[in-house]
């Protein structure tokens, strides 16, 4: 399985970045993509994710990022997409997708890393003020 993170870039508080996931590997529905990120000297934290269990999608959010950030997947292409909206310097961080095969987390586990077990590389996203 793997994962490649892509996307990142600079742009100013306001705007607006489309993150991508591209999984490959996968043999199975039954899989979720969750996107983290880390801020220099700070602790990873989650920021949203999707399942695909039996042709049903779930999607959680970070409070931070709820209504300006839509997490979607597009089966054919095997990726999972992060639009990131009215982007705030407090966003500035490498993104980080990761994945799990399984059934749906519940609300109160998906931001635990240490159930994913594979990940991509970080894609860097810069909001300047």
């Known amino acids: 399985v793997q994962l490649q993170a892509s996307g990142g870039g600079s742009v100013q508080a306001g705007g607006s970045l489309r993150l991508s996931c591209a999984a490959s590997?996968?043999?199975?529905?039954?899989?979720?993509i969750v996107w983290f990120r880390q801020a220099p000297g700070k602790e990873r934290e989650g920021v949203s994710y999707?399942?695909?269990?039996?042709?049903?999608?779930?999607?959680y959010y970070a409070n931070s990022v709820k209504g300006r950030f839509t997490i979607s997947r597009d089966n054919a292409r095997n990726t999972v997409y992060l639009q990131m909206n009215s982007l705030k310097p407090e966003d500035t961080a490498s993104y980080y997708c990761?994945?799990?095969?399984?059934?749906?987390?519940?609300?109160?586990?998906?931001?635990?890393?240490?159930?994913?077990?594979?990940w991509g590389q970080g894609t860097l996203v810069t909001v300047s003020s």
């Open positions: 990761a994945a799990r095969r399984g059934y749906r987390l519940i609300a109160s586990r998906w931001m635990d890393e240490s159930l994913y077990g594979y």
């Open positions: 590997g996968f043999t199975s529905d039954y899989y979720n």
């Open positions: 999707i399942s695909l269990v039996g042709g049903s999608t779930s999607t």
